[in-house]
């Protein structure tokens, strides 16, 4: 999948000299993407964005707590 046009955000609670972080671009049609900021050339993990959208309801939510 081409993501060459994806612009990647890291949430403000990771910024700073903390490595352990995600970077999401959610500007692509009908996707989300997701990486691991200390290996941006790695594969980049892909969701439908209903997918992405139940997934960051269940953290609001506490599923996964």
């Known amino acids: 999948?081409?993501?060459s046009g994806a612009e990647w955000h890291k949430s403000t609670l990771?910024?700073?000299d903390n490595n352990n972080c995600?970077?999401?671009a959610r500007n692509l049609p009908g996707i989300v993407a997701?990486?691991?900021s200390k290996t941006p050339d790695k594969p980049?993990?892909?969701f439908t964005?209903?997918?992405w959208t139940a997934f960051i309801?269940?953290?609001r939510n506490g599923e996964f707590g």
């Open 1 to 3: 999948m081409d993501l």
């Open 14 to 16: 990771s910024q700073g």
């Open 22 to 24: 995600v970077e999401v």
């Open 34 to 36: 997701v990486r691991d």
């Open 44 to 46: 980049s993990l892909i």
């Open 49 to 51: 964005t209903s997918e």
């Open 57 to 59: 309801s269940g953290i």
